[in-house]
């Protein structure tokens, strides 16, 4: 898996919401690789934290990560817990 860069966009997700969630996601994986978490158990933790949606920036002025962009790299972490492509 590659790394990713956002673009900005003014109806995007907030920010600090999305490198949380991604922070999250990756202690899942992280622990997975570790073997101090089992892929149940992290499948499960994923799936809580996807369940939340992640808050949209509002307002002229402000902007965040594109929805697609994020969406997109969510959905690739998500296959990494899911099927155990762990590099």
Not at 4 to 24: C, I, P, Q
């Amino acid at each position: 898996m590659t790394p990713k860069t956002f673009r900005m966009s003014k109806n995007g997700y907030d920010k600090n919401a999305v490198l949380s969630r991604l922070n999250e996601i990756n202690l899942l994986i992280i622990g997975v690789q570790q073997g101090t978490l089992s892929s149940e158990d992290a499948k499960t933790q994923e799936r809580q934290l996807l369940a939340e949606p992640l808050p949209e920036v509002k307002g002229f002025f402000r902007s965040g990560f594109n929805k697609e962009d994020v969406d997109s790299y969510m959905c690739e972490l998500r296959d990494v817990i899911s099927y155990g492509k762990m590099g």
